[in-house]
Structure formats: structure tokens, C-alpha cells
């Protein structure tokens, strides 16, 4: 039961986030010139294509999250410490960590993860989407927010790149480093 409210409320936020994004979106940018989303802006996409998209892309999310947590059971490693833990969940044995950079990891396993850490990412960079979004409408309408921004371009895009890494690698430890502690306290 508890899993099923985790489902709903994860996947709740998912399509508030993503909704609030595509409102901020169409604020900042009516005619989507400003859209800084590679896909959009290659493809030269309208509201109809985005929409359709973000829906596409909301489902695959939430099947991704549904998936994830009803698969839990691959997490069930006996295992003496976090790092060999890792190890184990993604190649089934304690290899070196320069071997692991180079080795591919079982497929199974490695979707599950991913079913429930990129939802989760994707809430954490929506927010940020939305806060972005919102201050680009707020330059359109005042002076004081453009001065901000002509100072702070430079490190938007970078900025952007950083955000998706960090928040994917704590989003990441936070899944594995609770599924672990959750193993190893049931085996005390």
C-alpha cells in the first residue's frame, strides 16, 4: 500500500512539474523562439508537437516509475558494504572500479534504477525549468529582471548541463544508498 501512495504522489508531481513547465514555457515564449530545448529548436517544433511530446514523454516516465517500484526485489543483495552493494546490483559480482567503468551493466537491474531515479530527476530539473521559465516572462515585463539577466546569460546553458548532472548523481545515490540501508537493516 505504501508503494501504490509513493506511485501516485511521485507520479502526481511528475505532471504538475511537467504541466507548470509548459505554462512557464508559454509565458517566457508564446511562439516557442526562445525555447531553449534542443529537440524543439532543431525540429522547429509547435505548441501542438510539444504538447503531444510532453505526453509521450510523461507516460514513458510514469510507466518508467511504475515499473521500478513494482521490481524492487532485484535490490535484495546480501552484501558487506555500500560500494560492493553497487557492484553487485549492476554486474551481479565485486569487480574493480576500472574494470566496472568499462564493463555494461545487466539490463534488468539497470532499468528498474533508472524507473526510479530519472522521475525523480525529472522533478528536481522541472523546478528548476519552471524557476527559469518564470524569470524569463518576468524580464519581458520588467527592467529590473532584464538588468539581472543580461548579467547572468553567460551561465545559463552551463548552468543547465551541471544541474542535469548533479541532480541525476544525488538522485541516484539517494535511490541505491536507501535500498541498501534498507537491505542491510533487515538482515540485523
Do not use: H
Amino acid at each position: 500500500m505504501i508503494e501504490k501512495q509513493k506511485i501516485y504522489k511521485l507520479s502526481l508531481l511528475i505532471i504538475i512539474t511537467r504541466v507548470l513547465d509548459g505554462v512557464t514555457t508559454y509565458l517566457a515564449s508564446p511562439d516557442l523562439k526562445r525555447e531553449q530545448n534542443p529537440i524543439i529548436k532543431y525540429f522547429d517544433l509547435g505548441w501542438s508537437s510539444v504538447l503531444l511530446l510532453g505526453l509521450l514523454f510523461v507516460s514513458l516516465t510514469v510507466f518508467l516509475l511504475v515499473y521500478g517500484y513494482k521490481n524492487q526485489y532485484v535490490f535484495k543483495i546480501n552484501s558487506s558494504n555500500f560500494k560492493e552493494y553497487i557492484f553487485y546490483f549492476f554486474f551481479g559480482k565485486k569487480i574493480p572500479f576500472a574494470l566496472a567503468i568499462l564493463s555494461i551493466p545487466k539490463l534488468k537491474p539497470t532499468i528498474i534504477f533508472l524507473g526510479l531515479v530519472f522521475p525523480i530527476s525529472l522533478i528536481y530539473y522541472s523546478y528548476f525549468l519552471i524557476i527559469n521559465n518564470t524569470f524569463m516572462f518576468l524580464t519581458d515585463v520588467s527592467d529590473f529582471f532584464q538588468q539581472i539577466y543580461i548579467q547572468i546569460y553567460f551561465i545559463f546553458q552551463p548552468l543547465y548541463i551541471i544541474m542535469i548532472f548533479f541532480v541525476s548523481i544525488l538522485a541516484s545515490y539517494q535511490v541505491l544508498y536507501q535500498q541498501y540501508r534498507c537491505r542491510s537493516l533487515s538482515k540485523s
